[in-house]
Each structure stands twice: as structure tokens, then as C-alpha cells.
């Protein structure tokens, strides 16, 4: 197996050991993926094995992306589509199902999502600045401040800390336990907080 696997975040909730200690737990729909294809340093220019995550039918999809899974044997699409640069192909075959049961309990997975967008927001929000004075006449309550450098170098640094969009970034979460894994329904179950909302797409791999 690649030890990679694609799925989606279904909530938070806790779990007791049996020492009878609360863990805060996430809770996974990790796969079932699909080998959609292989790719060799032979023939492609580096290794790779692509999977698709989520079926979806081959009418609601691009042109390109019909033919793609046509010419792969497939008759319908997915959701997700995903591709695992490797050192070397594996002995998987094309169509076959990759599930959660390649992790165990107890060992650790790097879990990568994206974080909840939270839109434009000020430096307040975004970054932990403090207020200005709320005073009359103050004009500055919740405005950045002076940002020039004066005459010399006459702009603004990059990396300065300013207003923005907030969120929606990838993040990734390190070395998390696998408290629990539940090929039956699909389900895997990490000790701790994955990025992400409900629902949204994550990629799991185990920890090097």
C-alpha cells in the first residue's frame, strides 16, 4: 500500500481509553480510493499513482475528464481527484480499492485540509493587534497604524502584517494518533484536531 489516502472530516467528538481518560477525537470518512492510474518514471518522467475519492457520474463531469476515466476503464468519475508522487510504483493495479485498514492503532499520520475562510478581516482579527483609543476625536480605532519606513526605503516591507483574507489556507497537522480504525464503515479515528470544516476533503498519510 501507499499509506496515503484521501477523505473527509466528519466532526469532533470524545472517546473514552480503558483507563477511562477522555480523548478529544476527529472523526474520518477516510476512503475507500480507487486506483485511477499509474504513472512511471519510464514513461510519464516520474512515479505516480493517481486516486479518485467520492464517485460522481462521468455526465456531470468535463469533457476531458470523461475521457480520462474512459480510457482507464472507469464508467463513472469522482468527486476527488488525486495524484501521490512516490520513490517507486507499488504493486497496485488499476481499479483497485485502497481503504483505511492500510493504518493501525497507535501510529501517527500527517493530516493535511484546508482551514474555514473567514473572508477579509482586519489586522485586529487577523492578526491580535490592539485597539486604538476609543476617545472622541481618535480616528484610529481599529486601523493598522503607520506602516512607512520613512524617506529610506520609502515602501512598505514585505510580510507586513495587514488587512486581508483570513483562512483558506492549506495547513497540515503533524504526527496525530491513530486512536481507532473501522474498515467496516470506512471510518478512522485520530486523537486531537484535523484543518477543515465538516465535510471538507483531507489527505492522510502516515507520519515519516
Known amino acids: 500500500m501507499i499509506g496515503r489516502l484521501l477523505g ?82 507499488p504493486d497496485l493495479e488499476v481499479g483497485q480499492e485502497l481503504d483505511v485498514s492500510q493504518f493501525e492503532i497507535g501510529e501517527r499520520v500527517d493530516v493535511v485540509g484546508f482551514s474555514k475562510g473567514r473572508g477579509f478581516a482586519g489586522v485586529i482579527k487577523r492578526w491580535g493587534f490592539q485597539r486604538g483609543p476609543e476617545t472622541h476625536g481618535s480616528m484610529s480605532h481599529r486601523a493598522p497604524g503607520s506602516i512607512g519606513a520613512s524617506a529610506y526605503p520609502s515602501r512598505v516591507f514585505k510580510g507586513k502584517k495587514l488587512p486581508g483574507r483570513m483562512g483558506n489556507a492549506r495547513v497540515t497537522t503533524l504526527t496525530l494518533e491513530v486512536v481507532d480504525v473501522r474498515p467496516e464503515s470506512n471510518l478512522l479515528i485520530l486523537k486531537g484536531a484535523v484543518p477543515g470544516a465538516r465535510h471538507g476533503l483531507l489527505l492522510i498519510k502516515k507520519s515519516e
Open 8 to 89: 473527509r472530516k466528519l466532526g469532533m467528538t470524545r472517546i473514552f481509553s480503558a483507563e477511562g481518560v477522555a480523548l478529544p477525537v476527529t472523526v474520518i470518512e477516510a476512503g475507500p480510493c480507487y486506483v485511477v492510474q499509474k504513472k512511471s518514471l519510464a514513461a510519464d518522467g516520474y512515479d505516480a499513482v493517481q486516486v479518485g475519492f467520492i464517485r460522481k457520474r462521468l455526465d456531470k463531469l468535463t469533457k476531458p475528464l470523461q475521457g480520462h476515466y474512459e480510457k482507464h476503464g472507469f464508467k463513472s468519475g469522482f468527486l476527488f481527484l488525486k495524484e501521490f508522487r512516490l520513490d517507486s510504483i
